[in-house]
């Protein structure tokens, strides 16, 4: 039996490298990577627009031509594929082996000098051999040493700052490449567009040791010179961090605030009006000394067991799109106003060994949000001085990503447009996210500090403004009517609204709060009816589905006379019927207005007939509900509805807890005791909190804060519920203890106080 090789069309070989560098740009960039790989220190790109040629110029280490005619030559096959750490010590970016066919994207011709240590070489090749039908092993390209020098090479060239600038460079090796029969109109927007694109390939630390230049005929070597730094800006926050292992080390700066000489009066005024304030050791933070924080990555990555990203650092800014005169001198800022960052430089960028990954944060495309921060922003719009969780905006905060080679999980698409989306890289994006959410807690809770400072003076300065009015009206009084005792004159304002009216305007007032309260009760009871019908949402479905097939079995049998089944199919109906009475019951009964209304009601009976409706959802998933009470009374002043919000949040989290794995005696207990304040312990046995909360049980009460994912690692769970849970209980001047959790090895726990009348 004989051996047949295979071979490869030479135009299946060409659409291989379109497929890989789809776009000029594209292909741009890839060459320019291969020069930095070539520990190049200088990189000139030049189009001649007389002879319409491309030049692409470095003074890296050259080729062989051992390295032309098995690697550069070879499709699929890089020298840099093992190793890839230059002799300066630069990390390789290429490894496919494709990037040669850059050149065929720019151009039909190519010609290359290249200069190593012992010898030059000139190659050549046509690209349009490669549209016929043959095999790829019958192109050749043309090969051969030579003595030609490199102003020799470049005599055409038709603009003298190109060769002065090579000149004044180190240019003892290196490769030129010669492109015409060019495929593309090099317009001067196409040229300004390629050199935008070059500033933001390579980030601002590597800049001094790679020059990138990019020339047309009447450009000089300033216009040329491609400022990869960004212009200098007013930044108001700085995150850096380092993620090594298990361990993430994040630096926050702030920046935007000039108050280190007020913070002990801003601090003091505080503590006299009975607020917390800062602390003692935020003095420092205000004045160039970054907050640290040392983190476990697996506890910023609730629920995500597996599928980590790797090492990656990262450098983030946060600035101000505007602000007012008024707001510069109520939040002391640094800075009278921001200056604009250059659009080219904002958004947040991924580099993959100091070279960009697009389209990553590129801006007015729809991966510039890739961290979807607007989302979130859309999800949580409170203002930084709210009463929520303010979010930063994705235009508001830039900076740049650091991976590696070495982080071979995150994989290069093969395009060479974006990571490929695995658990990794999602893993990457929620780490980056987290670390954003530490600025912006920090910001919040520096602004809403300030903003406590600023309705004390203001109020102090309304006081003293009707104080001065009081008196100067008193002395008005004093001198019209020659009294002597001032002490024992009354103080008399002219009043030109009447007592009545202005008992309509604050019974108006009363009113419009009264039903912005009511609107922001129904709101949280919606949420939560809401979370509880996404739990059960398969249930729901199949219930409709089994209660229609039981119907048309009745009917089919009346039609029959077959009253057995008949009969049989109708019971069977009226259980299905029970439980999506029961399911409206929990849900639908609590939107009713009655139990928005503050009134005493008996507990007990109230979750008693509560716990009855979801006995019936439960029961089929094996989980008995189950309340305990000292007394079989206790009576207590609340709103309905927030009871029975906070016990179906908790429900629906030990429903998704029991779902995660098949056990027997699923339980939940409820125990309520009434003292000085009403007592709720709330139970269960299922797998509990994961590692990631158990040292800091309390982070679950954040908004949006939530561990359940699905197969793939997606987040599904709002994170709302025990955010409500939370906020209804300090409505109470209540408090949550969740320390229980810390020590047990599986259940969850959860001890709820409430003050009110009892």
Same mark, same amino acid.
């Given at each position: 039996?004989?051996?047949?090789?295979?071979?490869?069309?030479?135009?299946?070989?060409?659409?291989?490298?379109?497929?890989?560098?789809?776009?000029?740009?594209? +292909?741009?960039?890839?060459?320019?990577?291969?020069?930095?790989?070539?520990?190049?220190?200088?990189?000139?790109?030049?189009?001649?627009?007389?002879?319409?040629?491309?030049?692409?110029?470095?003074?890296?280490?050259?080729?062989?031509?051992?390295?032309?005619?098995?690697?550069?030559?070879?499709?699929?096959?890089?020298?840099?594929?093992?190793?890839?750490?230059?002799?300066?010590?630069?990390?390789?970016?290429?490894?496919?082996?494709?990037?040669?066919? +850059?050149?065929?994207?720019?151009?039909?011709?190519?010609?290359?000098?290249?200069?190593?240590?012992?010898?030059?070489?000139?190659?050549?090749?046509?690209?349009?051999?490669?549209?016929?039908?043959?095999?790829?092993?019958?192109?050749?390209?043309?090969?051969?040493?030579?003595?030609?020098?490199?102003?020799?090479?470049?005599?055409?060239?038709?603009?003298?700052?190109?060769?002065?600038?090579?000149?004044?460079?180190?240019?003892?090796?290196?490769?030129?490449?010669?492109?015409?029969?060019?495929?593309?109109?090099?317009?001067?927007?196409?040229?300004?567009?390629?050199?935008?694109?070059?500033?933001?390939?390579?980030?601002?630390?590597?800049?001094?040791?790679?020059?990138?230049?990019?020339?047309?005929?009447?450009?000089?070597?300033?216009?040329?010179?491609?400022?990869?730094?960004?212009?200098?800006?007013?930044?108001?926050?700085?995150?850096?961090?380092?993620?090594?292992?298990?361990?993430?080390?994040?630096?926050?700066?702030?920046?935007?605030?000039?108050?280190?000489?007020?913070?002990?009066?801003?601090?003091?005024?505080?503590?006299?009006?009975?607020?917390?304030?800062?602390?003692?050791?935020?003095?420092?933070?205000?004045?160039?000394?970054?907050?640290?924080?040392?983190?476990?990555?697996?506890?910023?990555?609730?629920?995500?067991?597996?599928?980590?990203?790797?090492?990656?650092?990262?450098?983030?800014?946060?600035?101000?799109?505007?602000?007012?005169?008024?707001?510069?001198?109520?939040?002391?800022?640094?800075?009278?106003?921001?200056?604009?960052?250059?659009?080219?430089?904002?958004?947040?960028?991924?580099?993959?060994?100091?070279?960009?990954?697009?389209?990553?944060?590129?801006?007015?495309?729809?991966?510039?949000?890739?961290?979807?921060?607007?989302?979130?922003?859309?999800?949580?719009?409170?203002?930084?001085?709210?009463?929520?969780?303010?979010?930063?905006?994705?235009?508001?905060?830039?900076?740049?990503?650091?991976?590696?080679?070495?982080?071979?999980?995150?994989?290069?698409?093969?395009?060479?447009?974006?990571?490929?989306?695995?658990?990794?890289?999602?893993?990457?994006?929620?780490?980056?996210?987290?670390?954003?959410?530490?600025?912006?807690?920090?910001?919040?809770?520096?602004?809403?500090?300030?903003?406590?400072?600023?309705?004390?003076?203001?109020?102090?300065?309304?006081?003293?403004?009707?104080?001065?009015?009081?008196?100067?009206?008193?002395?008005?009084?004093?001198?019209?009517?020659?009294?002597?005792?001032?002490?024992?004159?009354?103080?008399?304002?002219?009043?030109?609204?009447?007592?009545?009216?202005?008992?309509?305007?604050?019974?108006?007032?009363?009113?419009?709060?009264?039903?912005?309260?009511?609107?922001?009760?129904?709101?949280?009871?919606?949420?939560?009816?809401?979370?509880?019908?996404?739990?059960?949402?398969?249930?729901?479905? +199949?219930?409709?589905?089994?209660?229609?097939?039981?119907?048309?079995?009745?009917?089919?049998?009346?039609?029959?006379?077959?009253?057995?089944?008949?009969?049989?199919?109708?019971?069977?109906?009226?259980?299905?019927?029970?439980?999506?009475?029961?399911?409206?019951?929990?849900?639908?009964?609590?939107?009713?207005?009655?139990?928005?209304?503050?009134?005493?009601?008996?507990?007990?009976?109230?979750?008693?007939?509560?716990?009855?409706?979801?006995?019936?959802?439960?029961?089929?998933?094996?989980?008995?509900?189950?309340?305990?009470?000292?007394?079989?009374?206790?009576?207590?002043?609340?709103?309905?509805?927030?009871?029975?919000?906070?016990?179906?949040?908790?429900?629906?989290?030990?429903?998704?807890?029991?779902?995660?794995?098949?056990?027997?005696?699923?339980?939940?207990?409820?125990?309520?005791?009434?003292?000085?304040?009403?007592?709720?312990?709330?139970?269960?046995?299922?797998?509990?909190?994961?590692?990631?909360?158990?040292?800091?049980?309390?982070?679950?009460?954040?908004?949006?804060?939530?561990?359940?994912?699905?197969?793939?690692?997606?987040?599904?769970?709002? &994170?709302?519920?025990?955010?409500?849970?939370?906020?209804?209980?300090? &409505?109470?001047?209540?408090?949550?203890?969740?320390?229980?959790?810390?020590?047990?090895?599986?259940?969850?726990?959860?001890?709820?106080?409430?003050? &009110?009348?009892?």
């Amino acid at each position: 039996m004989s051996k047949v090789n295979f071979n490869v069309n030479a135009y299946t070989a060409r659409l291989i490298g379109r497929e890989n560098v789809a776009t000029l740009n594209g +292909a741009i960039l890839e060459l320019v990577k291969n020069t930095y790989d070539a520990d190049s220190s200088i990189c000139i790109l030049y189009y001649d627009d007389i002879d319409d040629n491309v030049y692409l110029i470095d003074n890296g280490c050259g080729m062989t031509e051992n390295i032309i005619i098995n690697h550069w030559m070879t499709i699929g096959r890089s020298t840099k594929r093992n190793k890839y750490i230059s002799k300066k010590g630069r990390v390789q970016t290429g490894a496919k082996g494709i990037g040669r066919f +850059a050149l065929d994207r720019i151009a039909d011709f190519c010609e290359m000098l290249t200069i190593n240590d012992n010898e030059k070489l000139l190659w050549k090749v046509n690209w349009k051999d490669f549209e016929g039908d043959s095999n790829i092993t019958d192109i050749t390209a043309k090969l051969d040493k030579t003595d030609i020098t490199v102003k020799e090479f470049l005599k055409d060239v038709h603009n003298d700052y190109i060769n002065q600038l090579i000149n004044n460079v180190e240019f003892e090796t290196g490769t030129i490449f010669k492109l015409s029969g060019l495929r593309d109109k090099w317009s001067e927007a196409r040229i300004n567009k390629i050199m935008d694109n070059l500033r933001s390939l390579i980030p601002i630390n590597i800049s001094k040791q790679f020059k990138i230049y990019t020339f047309c005929n009447r450009f000089n070597i300033d216009e040329a010179e491609v400022l990869v730094n960004a212009e200098d800006f007013n930044y108001d926050y700085k995150i850096t961090f380092k993620v090594t292992g298990d361990r993430a080390l994040v630096s926050i700066y702030r920046n935007e605030f000039d108050l280190i000489n007020e913070f002990d009066k801003i601090n003091m005024t505080l503590k006299e009006h009975n607020f917390e304030g800062f602390s003692e050791a935020d003095k420092k933070y205000f004045d160039s000394v970054p907050i640290e924080y040392n983190l476990d990555v697996t506890e910023m990555l609730p629920g995500f067991n597996e599928g980590f990203a790797g090492d990656f650092d990262g450098e983030l800014y946060f600035t101000k799109l505007n602000t007012t005169k008024k707001d510069k001198e109520k939040y002391f800022y640094r800075y009278p106003s921001p200056k604009k960052v250059n659009e080219i430089f904002t958004g947040i960028k991924l580099y993959r060994d100091s070279f960009r990954v697009r389209p990553y944060g590129e801006y007015n495309t729809s991966s510039y949000d890739w961290l979807l921060l607007d989302r979130k922003k859309a999800k949580s719009p409170a203002a930084i001085t709210g009463k929520g969780s303010w979010k930063v905006r994705c235009d508001q905060i830039f900076g740049v990503i650091n991976i590696s080679r070495t982080n071979d999980n995150l994989m290069d698409q093969s395009n060479r447009e974006g990571i490929v989306e695995t658990k990794e890289f999602l893993a990457l994006k929620e780490t980056i996210c987290y670390v954003i959410s530490l600025f912006e807690i920090d910001r919040q809770y520096v602004f809403r500090n300030l903003r406590e400072y600023n309705n004390v003076i203001e109020e102090t300065e309304r006081l003293e403004s009707q104080i001065a009015e009081i008196a100067k009206q008193e002395l008005k009084n004093e001198e019209e009517s020659g009294k002597e005792n001032i002490s024992t004159s009354q103080p008399t304002l002219n009043v030109t609204v009447s007592a009545v009216d202005a008992q309509k305007v604050i019974d108006k007032k009363n009113e419009e709060i009264k039903d912005l309260i009511d609107e922001n009760n129904l709101l949280m009871t919606l949420a939560t009816t809401g979370i509880v019908t996404n739990t059960y949402i398969h249930e729901l479905k +199949a219930l409709t589905l089994l209660l229609g097939s039981k119907t048309r079995t009745a009917l089919n049998a009346l039609s029959r006379n077959d009253l057995d089944i008949c009969k049989k199919a109708l019971e069977d109906s009226y259980n299905v019927r029970k439980s999506l009475n029961s399911w409206f019951e929990i849900t639908i009964n609590s939107l009713r207005k009655n139990k928005r209304k503050k009134q005493k009601i008996d507990i007990v009976d109230h979750l008693e007939n509560l716990f009855q409706n979801w006995n019936e959802l439960l029961a089929p998933k094996g989980i008995s509900l189950v309340l305990e009470s000292i007394d079989p009374t206790v009576m207590f002043n609340c709103f309905p509805y927030e009871i029975e919000t906070i016990l179906n949040n908790l429900i629906t989290n030990s429903i998704a807890s029991f779902d995660k794995e098949d056990s027997v005696n699923k339980e939940i207990k409820v125990k309520i005791n009434l003292d000085t304040e009403l007592e709720i312990e709330y139970e269960d046995n299922g797998l509990g909190l994961s590692e990631e909360y158990k040292k800091n049980p309390n982070r679950i009460l954040n908004q949006f804060e939530t561990d359940r994912r699905d197969e793939f690692g997606e987040l599904i769970g709002t &994170g709302m519920g025990m955010g409500i849970v939370k906020s209804i209980i300090e &409505g109470y001047s209540g408090s949550i203890d969740l320390t229980d959790n810390k020590s047990i090895e599986r259940g969850f726990k959860a001890k709820i106080y409430l003050k &009110g009348d009892v």
